[in-house]
């Protein structure tokens, strides 16, 4: 078993910034990477970034490219999610989630939520116009 908790989530105007937060515990050793993704209402849930454990290797939906960055720290089992420039379209419930797979593919499989067999309670970004 797999705890995510997210935190960071707030309101903010156009062009600025937030920083999420995604504390994991439990059984996390040997997690290969963590995702984040978001769902805005009336939409599927749709991948944000996702990063490697080890190497800190990382990919971005092209949307969120040169705005958003991923990190995260070993020590503390926690992976963040840098927003800045934010734009009204961010507005979402945003959910980091743990990677049930392996370095195989990865670069395919980590953009897809079936991916991924443990998900944080979300946490709320609304950007105003």
């Known amino acids: 078993q797999v705890q995510l908790v997210e935190s960071g989530g707030g309101l903010v105007q156009a062009g600025g910034s937030l920083r999420l937060t995604c504390a994991a515990s439990g059984s996390t050793f040997g997690s290969y990477a963590m995702g984040w993704f978001r769902q805005a209402p009336g939409k599927e849930r749709e991948f944000v970034a996702a990063i490697n454990w080890s190497y800190g290797t990382s990919y971005y939906t092209d949307s969120v490219k040169g705005r958003f960055t991923i990190s995260r720290d070993n020590t503390k089992n926690t992976v963040y999610l840098q927003m800045n420039s934010l734009k009204p379209e961010d507005t979402a419930v945003y959910y980091c989630?743990?990677?049930?797979?392996?370095?195989?593919?990865?670069?395919?499989?980590?953009?897809?939520?079936?991916?991924?067999?443990?998900w944080g309670q979300g946490t709320q970004v609304t950007v105003s116009s």
């Open positions: 989630a743990h990677y049930a797979g392996s370095a195989f593919n990865w670069y395919i499989r980590g953009s897809g939520p079936n991916s991924y067999d443990y």
